[in-house]
């Protein structure tokens, strides 16, 4: 599970469905007794938008504002885990300000889809900063002459044209396209091109044993994916730089990759008998 109540020093996990959402009555109920001296006290909601495990599904906004209800009803704040939050907003049409508005803190990163080259942001109150800038200080963190890595995350929270989030559309029409030109090869199972809401493409193969010698041979074409972690699931993501000449690319070395591990048939070639 991508969500958690964060208890004491631990995190509880809770279920999720198909949208990459918790159950709110399991939020609550997962509250620890404040009372009970042999209980951690519950002092954190955290939930990740978008949420990988689901397919990188986006989290709408009042999902978002009631997940922060249970929260602060039960007296603890929110975090959203907000590494591709613009993700999440683009595919919703709404902005980052509205998604993240029953948030107490947030984190988003600039490299992955905003394609910087490094960093990841930590937002929230001035009083909660200076206690996160502390936090590192205490534990060894920090960097000198860090502009320039801020540069380009200057640029790529641009608007428009001249930034980077905008074009994330690109990246989930390109998923959608892969998720299209695979799904129905022999030996993929699991994916439904309509789950394709963000730039996260996950299937599975009909024989889970041969993911890393498939990814072995997907690889030997020229493309890329990974072998998730947590279960039989294959990953392909899609980013700036990938153009949808490059998923046509990774489409046809998905179905050699099958034909070369045994699970698809190897294509009919075609003969020409001359005649006497």
Not at 36 to 59: C, G, K, W, Y
């Amino acid at each position: 599970a991508n969500y958690a109540v964060v208890v004491g020093a631990s995190m509880k996990l809770l279920p999720w469905d198909d949208g990459g959402r918790m159950n709110l009555d399991d939020i609550r109920r997962a509250w620890r007794n404040p009372k009970d001296v042999h209980e951690p006290l519950t002092s954190l909601v955290m939930l990740e938008n978008t949420h990988s495990d689901s397919m990188a599904q986006p989290l709408p906004a009042d999902y978002v504002a009631a997940v922060g209800k249970v929260a602060h009803d039960g007296g603890v704040p929110l975090h959203v885990d907000g590494a591709r939050i613009f993700n999440a907003a683009i595919a919703l049409n709404t902005t980052v300000k509205e998604l993240l508005a029953p948030a107490d803190s947030a984190t988003f990163c600039l490299s992955k889809g905003l394609a910087c080259p490094i960093g990841s942001v930590i937002v929230g109150r001035r009083d909660f900063i200076w206690q996160a800038r502390r936090a590192r200080k205490l534990l060894g963190g920090g960097m000198r002459q860090v502009g320039t890595l801020a540069a380009p995350g200057l640029i790529a929270l641009r608007d428009g044209p001249d930034g980077m989030i905008q074009r994330l559309a690109e990246d989930h029409v390109n998923a959608r396209r892969l998720a299209d030109g695979i799904a129905d090869m022999p030996g993929v199972v699991g994916l439904n091109p309509a789950r394709v809401r963000t730039n996260f493409v996950f299937f599975e193969l009909s024989k889970p044993e041969l993911r890393m010698p498939f990814l072995d041979a997907l690889e030997r074409t020229g493309t890329q994916m990974i072998d998730y972690p947590g279960g039989d699931l294959i990953r392909g993501v899609t980013h700036y730089g990938i153009t949808s000449d490059d998923v046509d690319h990774a489409i046809a070395g998905v179905r050699q990759a099958l034909t070369d591990v045994g699970l698809a048939p190897a294509p009919a070639t075609a003969a020409v008998v001359a005649g006497g």
